[in-house]
């Protein structure tokens, strides 16, 4: 089969990682890179490919059947729009864009170009997680019950400065950024979300934007979830802490997922499953069985990409297209929402 | 110093082993026990404590300082009431009563009849918590910025039948008011005064009248925030009963059940393990992150409890569980209750 030919639009802190998956992978053409920003041509030749400062020029002068696109958010839209205009096939960075007008507006110009929409919440790609997802939706831990998720990592101060100013800004902030992820994990491993509230508090570092927030949430089907984040507590457990995805993290050896139903509890990453073997003994009085989940580790950017590059084929489905990812923005939205009206809030 | 003179009214579940601790308190003479139920009059004989079956003449005709009310909930206000009229102090078992308009009536006449309240929580006289308190309370978080609960276990199906079939109906019965308002209290002894509420409830697992899963945030007073997960119904050790080891009628793998979180460090609660940042200079997700221990003495609290209502009695302290103490974990309990079935948020 014909290499699918990709090119890369924004080379930040993501789109840098999206590179070097890219110029790692044998089986496909990383055929160029664009940034705005003209330091990126350095790193676009160190890994073999060209480098254009307009996008634009990019996709009219290079064949491509694809882009990676890793820009802001608030350029998802008008990036994604071009790019579908010329025919390519997209794989936009998570959220899907800046909000949801722009999500519809997105997902409409991939399909009056007929041009894949596909959306980088990268977790979804990651083997631990479509375990788990294969466990909870093919019944191995019973009825679901419920799920906490935890994510307490502490953002240093620079984390927050010069360029990254935004961060701490309306738009920005660790629900749009962080907790958007969880939304995702949740959606892809449970369902859909249908009801929620939200407490959300920026008093421990007085920005605009939150700085923790605790969630109720109810998964259709009936299970009930709770979600606390915080980027303001040294507590060093949250998928990034916890799964060895990312070692930029500090790794600690925590679960930040439990997992409950009526027949076991899985957690994760530390995969393991909890049930009483014998129904004769079983309750709160008894001693607990425990089993390793065993999986095989793979790089979920790699297999992202590779997803992509199935989907331009025709020989595999996106893990996420636009109309999902929009729903998890939407989600992602509403606990903002629900933070500030103080109201519960119910989808249709 | 004399002996506090105590009555015991109530010789059931939590009455008879009541019965056997206050014989082991330093402080206490227990004088006599009174019980309805003739058969209970054996374990009145087996501690060498007069029996009678009407409280009423046990208090007319003991001269006793103060009684423990071990009854049926319904019967806490009325009884407590008859026994403030006749000067004697109150250990009531929690809750203080079914409702707070009836906890109100008992606390009126406490004060009326210038006797004070101690409401049985005895978790807050557990050296854990004792211990989460001063980290929490003396700054070593720093600033509080949330906590996390989880409480989940397995009741086995024995725990709701026969004549304890009380416990599935939505007078007094449902993990919420019998185990819940534990977790309730315990936070509100850490954390400080609750002043808003959120719940998703759910009894789609045992489909019983009362819920077997809630999903709950919390506000506190201090603009700190929280979740609570709670269910009945999967096979976990994630609790209380199932990491503190303080009941020795349930198992317990010694994991966590707790998080608090702070500005400067989070406690893993109840292995006690503080996590912060050792060097200043190096704070972040990056970082590496430092563990604390502390040395945990392993005490009865019941003992503690009752010793502390006997110098309650002598003047010598203050209640630790007041009565209006007891009606605010009371009040705060009830609400998650009104808002699971309203679902909407609850302002205290
Ligand atoms: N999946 C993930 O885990 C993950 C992680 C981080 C960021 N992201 C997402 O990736 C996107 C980028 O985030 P980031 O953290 O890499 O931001 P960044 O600011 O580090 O990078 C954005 C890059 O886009 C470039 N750019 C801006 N306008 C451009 C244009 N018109 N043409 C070409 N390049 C242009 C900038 O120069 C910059 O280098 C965001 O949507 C973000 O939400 C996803
Ligand atoms: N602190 C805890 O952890 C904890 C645990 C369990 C129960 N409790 C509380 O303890 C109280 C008692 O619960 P229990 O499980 O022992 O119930 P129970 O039904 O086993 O015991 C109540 C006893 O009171 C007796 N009684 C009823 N009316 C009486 C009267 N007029 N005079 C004398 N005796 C009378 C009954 O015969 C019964 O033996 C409740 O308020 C409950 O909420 C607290």
New binding site residues.
Partial sequence: MKKVRLGLIGMGMIGKLHAETMSKMKDIEFVAASDADAKHQKTATELGTKFYQSYKEMIGKDTLDGVVIAVPNELHLPVGATCAKKGLNILMEKPIAADLESADRLIQAAKENKVILMVGHHRRHNPMIEELRRIVRGGEIGKLVGVTVLWSLYKPKDYFKGPFAWRAQPGGGPIRINLIHEIDNIRYICGDITRLYAEVSHEARKFPVEDTVSISLRIAGGAVANIFLTDTAPGNVGYEANTGENLFFYQSPQNCYYYYGTEGVVTFPGMKKFFYRDPAKAGWQYALCEEGIKIDREDPYTRQIRNFCGVIQGTEKPKIDGVDARKTLEVALAIQKSGETGQAIVFG | MEKVRIGL????????PHARILKKVEECDLVAA????EK?KKVAEELGIKFYK??EEMIEKETLQGVI?????H??AP?GIACAKRGLHLFV???IAPSVAEADRLIAAAKENKVQILV???RRFSSLVEKAREIVTGGQLGRLVGVTITWALLKPGSYYEGPLSWRKEQKGGGPIL?NLI?EIDNLRYICGEIDEVYAQVSNRIRNFPVEDTASITLRFKSGAIGTVFLTDCSPSLTSWEGTTGENPLLYSDFGNCYNFFGTDASLLFPQMKRRYYADPTKVGWNYPITEQGYKIPREDPYIKEFSHFCRVIQGKEIPRTSGEDGRRTLEVTLAIKRSGETGQPIRL
């Fill in positions: 009214i109530g010789l059931g579940l939590m009455g008879t009174a019980e309805v139920d209970q009407n409280y009310l071990a009854l049926p909930n019967l806490h009884i078992e929690k809750p049985g929580h005895q019998i534990h």
